[in-house]
């Protein structure tokens, strides 16, 4: 797996929402560890059956980094006081197009 830093040119952020999904829903989550092996990164890993039409795709970053993004994420959501059953069944919808 090769170290990139940028997202495809036309990533959309529910993109990154469903890879992050994808990875922790089917337990795809690897790690990468420093020198004092620790963990440096969390890869989050989105595979589809059909990889011709679909490329894998994956989300590396920091531990840290992804606690701020779920501290945030979850804020938001509290914030917006939308329905679990109304995002999932957006999450579902997006997904099935």
């Not at 529910?14 to 004092?36: C, E, Q, Y």
């Not at 963990?39 to 590396?60: E, H, M, N, W």
């Amino acid at each position: 797996m090769r170290h990139e830093e940028v997202l495809p040119g036309a990533t959309e952020v529910i993109d990154l929402v469903r890879w992050l999904r994808h990875g922790l829903a089917d337990g795809n989550i690897t790690t990468r560890v420093g020198a004092n092996q620790t963990i440096t990164r969390l890869v989050f890993v989105c595979g589809y059956k059909d990889l011709a039409r679909q490329p894998l795709r994956y989300v590396s970053v920091a531990p840290d980094d992804f606690y701020a993004f779920l501290v945030r994420w979850f804020a938001c959501l509290a914030e917006l006081c939308v329905s679990r059953e109304v995002l999932a069944e957006l999450l579902n919808a997006r997904e099935a197009a």
